[in-house]
């Protein structure tokens, strides 16, 4: 549905991406990785439209494309859900969920809102993934984190997403909520989407992937399937790979003399 090769991406003298190979298949979770200064950022914003890339290809469908806005990303049904929901918290479930996007009834100059039809979409949208609230009309504000982030999959879903971009879902989220989370984007892909998860914690993208990308640096880590890689592997090069293979070999090193000092203080010793 969508593939990155060779794609790059710098901001004056600072290079961002080098070199990065990512595809997303329709029914799938690609799990994108990585610390902090990673690339992560980047990456999403040369997916979702917002920045363009500077070398490589990007090609959705097989064909080449280099969008200059989010809304022609979203023209070709790929959609993102930010960290930072675009959310009124005061306005009810269902106006946030046709935000932007609201129906109306009528014709000029008199038109209004079809409240109840919005009402009974957003009810019906929200079951299909088999998130149940008590009312559409209480504020969004007053639901959970997790639930946030579960109505905007939905939404992105209901207007036509084919690739869906979560970008750190599960990073304010307590264990409950971030699990609650994760069965969403397991049903999104259930769905026949195909799921961009950008995340710094291996154990919650180890439960739903079934691809997985670690960057670091502006460069791609690791590029596997979940076939050829355990959780522990996937921690490792999440935690540093080699590098933390040196510093460990480094501070055993250090240790060990420190030790015998410490046991030559010792009364008698």
Not at 116 to 144: A, F, H, N
Not at 171 to 196: N, P
Request: charged share 20%; aromatic share 6%.
């Amino acid at each position: 549905m969508l593939e990155l090769s060779g794609v790059g991406k710098s901001y004056g003298n600072i290079t961002a991406l080098r070199g990065v190979d990512v595809a997303v298949r329709a029914a799938e979770v690609t799990c994108v990785l990585g610390d902090n200064g990673a690339g992560k950022s980047t990456l999403i914003k040369i997916i979702s439209g917002l920045h363009g890339h500077d070398t490589g290809q990007y090609l959705v469908d097989g064909e080449p494309v280099r969008f200059s806005s989010p809304r022609e990303a979203l023209d070709r049904g790929i959609a993102t859900v930010y960290q930072d929901l675009a959310v009124v918290p005061l306005m009810p479930v269902w106006r946030n969920f046709f935000l932007g996007s609201e129906r109306t009834n009528g014709v000029w100059p008199v038109r209004r809102l079809d409240v109840r039809g919005m009402r009974e979409t957003t009810d019906r949208e929200l079951r299909k993934l088999g998130i149940e609230l008590p009312g559409v009309d209480q504020p969004i504000g007053s639901l959970s984190g997790g639930q946030r982030q579960c109505v905007a999959i939905a939404r992105a879903i209901y207007f036509g997403a084919r690739v869906l971009i979560l970008d750190e879902p599960t990073a304010a989220l307590g264990v409950r909520q971030s699990g609650v989370v994760l069965k969403y984007v397991a049903a999104a892909r259930d769905a026949g989407l195909g799921v961009i998860f950008i995340t710094h914690n291996p154990h919650h993208a180890f439960l739903v992937g079934d691809h997985f990308v670690v960057l670091r640096q502006g460069e791609v880590e690791l590029n596997t399937g979940r076939a050829s890689l355990t959780l522990e592997e996937l921690t490792h090069h999440m935690a540093g790979g080699s590098e933390l293979d040196t510093l460990r070999h480094e501070l055993d090193r250090i240790e060990a003399p420190d030790m015998g000092a410490l046991h030559g203080m010792r009364p008698g010793g």
